[in-house]
């Protein structure tokens, strides 16, 4: 256990990441960011969901090898190492969000956490994917996740990391309860997580701000009711004229926003995390062992669709 039970806690937002733009002068982004981090006494900070790329699921494409240009083949690999390096030499632990390639050829929206020794001590593969699998028509863009990746295999889990409980989850995971819960269920203290959230809708004409207060909404009551920190770090901004909402915020266990990104530019926030302020929810509100009935929550577990009324 972390006994000091503060943890210095970063998000690092990234601004648009264009078709044109070379992995390197990517990577040497998120190394300046975690150097701004370090400075603001971080010891573990947050990158984006596919930190790596443009968010390419926007795009239609059916030759593999031009698909795959997107997908990392190992990892770490030559052009992430600076990254690695960095953060050891910096005594720094990070999260990073990626496309990842399997040696057996499968593929995953996944991400990783990075011990300050650049150990990689945990790896979460996209369990939500939202959007569609076939070609729309009549829209400004696709949002091509369900044919681009497989769904994760390894489920939610929890690992040690600065004796401090993380979890970790993607995008979309983020506004389903069940996220959480299984991962509060393992004693998580913090869930980290990237995104990549388009500010238009493409299924029917949303209003633009729902797609900022839903995001808010959706960590906000799930950090409260989880008695959990969250961390949640975007790539946003306008990436070859496809704009994607900011807003990546820490929220702790009280639900409050404790800070909150600016701008829709690479940009670091911080705090110093209290990890005590979950202990007086999960003892006397959500304290799981004590309230939870499981027996009358089966249909969570059981339906995938909603269906019949019980009889
Ligand atoms: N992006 C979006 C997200 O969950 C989305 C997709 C937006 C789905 C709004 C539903 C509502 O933030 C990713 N990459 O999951």
Not at 15 to 27: C, R
Not at 84 to 103: I, M, R, S
Not at 112 to 135: A, C, F, M, T
Request: aromatic share 10%; glycine share 8%.
């Amino acid at each position: 256990m972390n006994n000091s039970r503060t943890l210095g806690l970063a998000v690092a937002q990234m601004g648009p990441v264009n078709l044109a733009d070379s992995k390197e002068t990517v990577v040497a982004r998120l190394i300046e960011m975690m150097r701004d981090a370090k400075s603001r006494g971080a010891e573990v900070v947050v990158f984006p969901e596919l930190a790596l790329t443009t968010f390419f699921p926007r795009y239609w494409m059916e030759d593999q090898q031009e698909i795959d240009r997107f997908f990392e083949k190992a990892m770490p690999n030559p052009q992430v190492q600076p990254l690695f390096d960095e953060a050891k030499k910096l005594g720094v632990g990070f999260y990073l969000g990626y496309a990842e390639l399997t040696p057996n050829g499968r593929r995953f929206n996944t991400s990783i956490l990075v011990e300050k020794n650049g150990d990689i001590v945990g790896k979460y593969r996209k369990i939500h994917l939202p959007g569609h699998s076939d070609h729309k028509t009549g829209v400004p863009f696709q949002h091509l996740e369900k044919k681009y990746f497989e769904v994760g295999d390894l489920g939610f889990r929890v690992f040690n990391l600065h004796d401090t409980q993380f979890g970790m989850c993607l995008c979309n995971d983020r506004r389903w309860p069940e996220t959480y819960r299984v991962m509060s269920l393992q004693s998580a203290e913090i869930v980290v997580l990237g995104y990549n959230t388009p500010s238009i809708n493409i299924h029917w004409n949303e209003p633009v701000h729902l797609r900022t207060s839903t995001h808010l909404i959706s960590l906000q009551a799930n950090a409260y009711q989880n008695a959990l920190w969250v961390a949640a770090a975007a790539k946003c901004g306008s990436e070859d004229g496809f704009h994607m909402i900011g807003s990546s915020v820490i929220v702790a266990p009280t639900g409050e926003i404790v800070a909150r990104a600016l701008t829709e530019e690479d940009e670091v926030i911080a705090v110093k995390a209290d990890l005590q302020i979950g202990e007086n929810f999960r003892k006397h509100v959500f304290n799981f062992a004590k309230h939870r009935r499981p027996e009358h929550y089966r249909l969570i577990v059981e339906r995938v669709g909603a269906g019949e009324p019980l009889e």
